[in-house]
């Protein structure tokens, strides 16, 4: 098994900045991509960032320009900085990794984090 632990989320006025990271570990011979994704209060859960292995990145057009996400992959973690937070993107913010593993044989199977608050309010 695989477990996401993820930190960093918290309470920051509009405009401040805020890092979140998630460390994979258990049973991992390798991480495809890893990413974050965000759920508001009423809403579908949305794609926020990815990054592959290789360290190429994709981000939901909302947070362009705004969030960075980035991975160390001799840590098995991915961060996420967020700088000129708006009230809008107050959301539970999931960590997700596709991982291959235990053996270089095995499928890959999707796991996620439990979730960190962010709030973005004055």
């Known amino acids: 098994q695989v477990q996401l632990v993820e930190s960093g989320g918290g309470l920051v006025q509009p405009g401040g900045s805020l890092r979140l990271s998630c460390a994979a570990s258990g049973s991992i011979f390798s991480i495809d991509a890893m990413g974050w994704y965000r759920q508001a209060p009423g809403k579908e859960r949305e794609l926020v960032a990815a990054?592959?292995?290789?360290?190429?990145?994709n981000y939901a057009d909302s947070v362009k320009g705004r969030f960075t996400c980035s991975r160390d992959n001799a840590k098995n973690t991915v961060f996420l900085q967020m700088n000129s937070l708006k009230p809008e993107d107050t959301a539970v913010y999931y960590c997700?990794?596709?991982?291959?593993?235990?053996?270089?044989?095995?499928?890959?199977?999707?796991?996620w984090g439990q979730g960190t608050q962010v709030t973005v309010s004055s």
């Open positions: 990054i592959t292995s290789g360290g190429s990145t």
């Open positions: 997700k990794a596709v991982v291959r593993g235990p053996f270089v044989f095995s499928r890959t199977t999707d796991y």
